[in-house]
Nanobody
Framework: QVHLVESGGGLVQAGGSLRLSCAAS????????MGWYRQPPGKQRELVAA???????NYADSVKGRFTISRDYAKNTMYLQMNALKPEDTAVYYC?????????WGQGTQVTVSS
């Protein structure tokens, strides 16, 4: 059973950057298409970035040009580089399979962007 652990969140001022990590233990998730999701306060969880097994990426319009998703197969880890952060990026960020939810949700990592 794969266990996902997200990390790297924090408090940052608008315009700043953060790099999130998603580490998988228990199995090799390199065969899966994966993605980053976020859940803003009081709102539903949404997919913001996805990456296929072959490395093809896709982004929500709200983050396109600011966020970059990548994965390190050797480390069984996925990343989300977030630049030019905005207050509306404030959310708990999660990783999972994308578009198909493949694994149990991790605890997420909180990102808070102050104006």
């Amino acid at each position: 059973q794969v266990h996902l652990v997200e990390s790297g969140g924090g408090l940052v001022q608008a315009g700043g950057s953060l790099r999130l990590s998603c580490a998988a233990s228990g199995s090799d998730f390199s065969i899966n298409a994966m993605g980053w999701y976020r859940q803003p306060p009081g709102k539903q969880r949404e997919l913001v970035a996805a990456i296929t097994r072959g490395g093809r990426t896709n982004y929500a319009d709200s983050v396109k040009g600011r966020f970059t998703i990548s994965r390190d197969y050797a480390k069984n880890t996925m990343y989300l580089q977030m630049n030019a952060l905005k207050p509306e990026d404030t959310a708990v960020y999660y990783c999972n399979g994308a578009p198909m939810l493949t694994f149990a949700w991790g605890q997420g990592t909180q990102v808070t962007v102050s104006s």
